[in-house]
């Protein structure tokens, strides 16, 4: 580690711990769990428990992610039914993830964090080139179905929210080693005023690794989170946030030979992702009357994704290596695509409770405003000065969106089981295109997209509840595959999702299963960075997904999920990309989780399984490898298993020692393509120790 970014460090922990003395003393009569929530926006609201929503819900606590013991967040998701992961390398500094046979990477699922966006481009370019550590999450909510359409836009495969942690009175150090020369440490640090009503955190992560693959990373990340209440009806909570992560990753995999032999060496040894990003939300809540709030959430965020990369060799872009193996052949040439992602926005909702027609009824209005900005740099640079900003520009653009979303909806209780919700949100957006090394006017497109939802819910027993959805959801193009294009599209991506699902709980007995649909009339095939013609043709997906777990008297529990997918397909032929009735890539049919935990006294400990079946790299559903010397290879991926043994035990309150076995048969296969193969993590193992004052 340099010696200024220790010092930036420390700076930054000490100015922290300055801050908590800094604290307000607040009103003593407030109740401490009104504070409690403060800087933790969920999807679900104070109101909406699990049983009002016509839609499926996915919880994950902090027990359950401290079960897990995930490298990323990615590691959690996988377990969640329905989701799809698919992998570039163990750190996951960029995720791809596909929700109910959506293609993993197709950008369909809007992410919060604590209610904000934080993919860096939903209307102006990629959702995959930030992902959130998962050292500072304390929850994470999936939601699916019509309830989504609160969030928007993106909002096709639902919503996924990461909750954020509030740290603790006092302070915790956690400290991580494990293969391939991982290092990690955590500071958390918290404290609370003597009545509850206000707090203020800090967590504080660094790590560092070799890599799987010599894929190495050093990454830092620092989160500051405080909140206050305000007299005895309102509430602000406020969170900054800094991370910056240098990864040398590339989008280059290995080819065959390599793969099958078992090899292990970086594809692109001297690539770089250099990312940082520094965000601030603060949100307030005011309990107007018993009856009527209102929460209002303003966020700002700033990305810069530096990626650079060796160009190949144009006349012999690959060659025979020491070993045997063919491998990627480069020139001496770098090409730095580099961006910068700007978004600031303000999202409001009004929320009360009546009467009207004699019934129960919870109505809701939102507005968000938001604007988001992405300077698009290629820079040409040489093997001498590979990562040197201030050479040859190639490309200087400025991508542009400024859009306006307004929400409304009612809950209609008809009886004390019956309730039916419908709803509208309407998302107007423009997006621009300034070539910066041009006079010339901007490039727009604008469009105005209607979504309306409708869905019900009828609980016959606590055992069985009936729920039901079916609503218009979209996913903007981004504003490559809309401006400079010679046939303009006329819509966006848009579906008509259904799910039918039933649910309960009875004691230590929970389940939920999940009937759905997704009919797409113009569906985006994934290509580049997302950027294609949304007006592509129609495609289908169909399936089933269910979860079930059960607690025992003797310490034991169960959790399983399962999903299955039997349609995901192309509704015609679309030359060079898809067959009519093929299956949409990265969409396997069978995805199942088994997890078997223990917890007698001190010790906990678990045994987790994940099976994914198999998927195709490609539309054109071919069964062998594409192996192009340029573009995104295609070809078969085999289903595959991994099996994770974690254990956790308290040697005393303050004390706590952990440790897993990751992929503890020692599986070989394909995570993911893009130009080559991205394996999958051999077995690894990890230690490691938490302490709190």
Do not use: C
């Amino acid at each position: 580690m340099k010696v200024k970014d220790m010092k930036l460090r420390i700076g930054m922990l000490g100015w922290a711990v300055a801050m908590m003395g800094m604290s307000p003393a607040l009103r003593a009569e407030e109740p401490a769990a009104a504070a409690m929530k403060l800087g933790t926006v969920t999807v679900l609201g104070k109101q909406q428990a699990t049983e009002l929503l016509p839609g499926s819900v996915s919880l994950v606590s902090e027990d359950m992610i401290d079960q897990i013991q995930p490298r990323s967040t990615e590691d959690v998701l996988r377990r969640v039914p329905g989701i799809f992961v698919k992998g570039e390398e163990e750190s996951a500094v960029v995720v791809n993830i596909g929700v109910r046979g959506l293609p993993a990477g197709d950008y369909k699922t809007l992410v919060l964090e604590d209610g904000v966006p934080i993919q860096p481009g939903i209307f102006v370019g990629n959702a995959r080139y930030y992902n959130p550590r998962i050292q500072r999450m304390g929850g994470v909510e999936v939601l699916k179905g019509a309830a989504s359409l609160r969030y928007g836009p993106n909002t096709i495969g639902g919503v996924i929210n990461y909750q954020t942690k509030v740290p603790d009175d006092g302070v915790a150090i956690s400290g991580r080693i494990g293969s391939w020369n991982t290092y990690e440490s955590t500071v958390e640090i918290g404290g609370r005023t003597p009545a509850e009503d206000a707090y203020f955190g800090v967590i504080a992560t660094w790590a560092e690794s070799d890599g799987f693959m010599d894929k190495g990373y050093e990454m830092t990340d620092v989160m500051v989170k405080t909140g206050t209440a305000i007299g005895e009806n309102q509430f602000v909570g406020v969170k900054f946030l800094y991370y910056e992560n240098d990864a040398n990753i590339s989008y280059r995999g290995l080819f065959p030979d390599a793969y099958r032999a078992g090899a292990q060496f970086n594809p692109a040894p001297d690539d770089w992702y250099l990312t940082t990003r520094k965000a601030f939300d603060i949100n307030h809540e005011w309990q107007v009357t018993p009856d009527l709030s209102i929460q209002t959430l303003a966020y700002w965020s700033q990305m810069n994704r530096d990626y650079w990369r060796f160009q190949l060799d144009a006349e012999n872009p690959t060659t025979v290596n020491a070993d045997g193996f063919r491998v990627w052949n480069y020139s001496d040439e770098v090409q730095g695509n580099n961006r910068t992602f700007d978004r600031y926005g303000l999202d409001s909702r009004l929320t009360f409770n009546h009467a009207t027609f004699g019934i129960g009824n919870e109505t809701e209005f939102g507005l968000r405003v938001m604007r988001e900005e992405m300077l698009d740099e290629t820079i040409r640079a040489d093997r001498d000065t590979p990562r040197n900003p201030n050479q040859t520009l190639l490309r200087n653009r400025l991508d542009s969106a400024d859009s306006l979303a307004v929400f409304a909806q009612n809950r209609f209780d008809v009886t004390d089981r019956f309730s039916v919700t419908g709803g509208l949100r309407v998302e107007v957006y423009e997006q621009k295109r300034d070539d910066l090394r041009s006079a010339a006017s901007a490039d727009r497109f604008t469009n105005t997209e209607w979504m309306p939802g409708l869905g019900a819910t009828y609980t016959f027993t606590p055992l069985a509840q009936v729920f039901g959805s079916v609503y218009r959801a979209f996913a903007p193009p981004l504003v490559g595959s809309v401006v400079g294009v010679d046939t303009p599209p006329t819509d966006a991506e848009t579906s008509v999702n259904i799910e039918l699902g039933l649910r309960g709980v009875n004691g230590r007995f929970t389940y939920e299963v999940t009937a759905f649909q997704m009919d797409f009339a113009n569906q985006v095939d994934p290509g580049v960075s997302g950027i294609r013609n949304p007006n592509e043709g129609s495609a289908l997906i169909q399936g089933l997904e269910g979860a079930v777990g059960y607690a025992f008297d003797n310490g034991f529990r169960v959790d399983g999920n399962v999903t299955w997918i039997p349609t995901a397909e192309f509704g015609e032929d679309r030359p060079g990309d898809a067959l009519k009735g093929n299956r949409l890539p990265y969409s396997p049919e069978w995805m199942a989780n088994l997890s078997l935990g223990y917890q007698s006294g001190r010790l906990e400990t678990a045994l987790l399984l994940n099976v994914v079946g198999q998927a195709y790299g490609d539309g054109m559903n071919v069964r062998d490898l594409t192996t192009e010397e340029t573009g995104t290879w295609g070809g078969s991926m085999s289903s595959y298993y991994t099996l994770d043994l974690t254990g956790r035990y308290a040697v005393n309150p303050n004390l706590s020692v952990f440790g897993a076995v990751k992929n503890l048969t020692d599986e070989l296969y394909i995570a993911g393509l893009r130009q080559g193969i991205y394996v999958g993590p051999e077995r690894s193992f990890e230690f490691g120790a938490k302490y709190t004052f």
